[in-house]
């Protein structure tokens, strides 16, 4: 017997597992799938762009549904472990989350990146400035998402568009730059950014191929500024702007200091 590799790929409570075999494998209770993947040379060094790992896969492997007809936003993590010959017990020897997929003609590449890659850069973490810095909803913010929530049943979908009549009780860019989120069949939330909105109909950024009928929560955005944080999320009190900073300056009308 030989050494096995073993792939599982995680999105929230869904997984998808693969073994590089003939025959599934049975691990601690889960089953593996036989599948053609061929992976790079695993690298451990301090230059991040040589720790990723590609993946060659079959065109057809069911987690590249993921990433039809958009990426998801949702990260999916990927575990490589090894059982080595004779033994029962498996080592990892790669961990990291799925970046993207190229497809090469009847092949698909997935790349991942290892975990240090999402490590946070050195450098100002706020700014003096008139707008909101913060990220709607963030910790920062801290804006009520359910204060402001919005059920709807989707009425027509298009390629980048969908329409629920609860959406034209609104004004016109309410919902723009904010997000709609839906469970799908399989357990999934699905999340798509709205970057327009006139009447009954958001435009969002990727596709969503989310089924008429299906019940969805909108949440709107927000300008970034007072108005609308006052107004619109009654959340005055967090703004993370400096309202009372002149446009211009007392000696050269540049607004910079």
Not at 74 to 94: D, Q, Y
Not at 132 to 137: K, P, S, T
Request: glycine fraction near 8%; hydrophobic fraction near 40%.
């Amino acid at each position: 017997m030989s050494d096995v590799e073993f792939y599982e790929f995680r999105r929230g409570t869904v997984a998808w597992r693969y073994v590089v075999r003939r025959k599934p494998l049975v691990y601690l209770g889960q089953t593996y799938e036989p599948a053609t993947i061929k992976r790079s040379e695993i690298a451990q060094t301090q230059d991040l762009s040589r720790n990723v790992l590609d993946l060659t896969v079959p065109l057809d492997l069911p987690v590249l549904q993921q990433f039809q007809p958009a990426p998801p936003l949702a990260k999916i993590s990927v575990l490589l472990r090894v059982l080595p010959a004779n033994e029962t017990l498996a080592r990892g020897i790669w961990g990291g989350k799925l970046a993207s997929v190229e497809d090469n003609v009847r092949r698909a590449i997935i790349h991942c990146l290892p975990p240090s890659a999402g490590a946070n850069t050195a450098g100002l973490s706020e700014c003096w400035q008139k707008n909101c810095r913060h990220v709607l909803y963030g910790p920062g913010c801290k804006a009520s998402r359910e204060a402001v929530r919005v059920d709807a049943t989707l009425t027509s979908v298009g390629a980048a568009t969908v329409q629920g009549a609860a959406f034209a009780a609104y004004p016109d860019g309410w919902f723009a730059g904010g997000y709609i989120t839906w469970t799908t069949s399989t357990g999934l939330v699905e999340l798509r950014w709205v970057i327009a909105h006139v009447g009954d109909m958001l435009t969002l950024l990727t596709p969503s191929l989310v089924p008429v009928g299906t019940d969805v929560t909108a949440y709107p955005g927000c300008n970034h500024t007072g108005s609308d944080c006052d107004t619109k999320h009654h959340n005055i009190l967090n703004y993370g702007g400096q309202l009372n900073i002149p446009d211009k300056g007392a000696q050269n009308n540049n607004p910079g200091f």
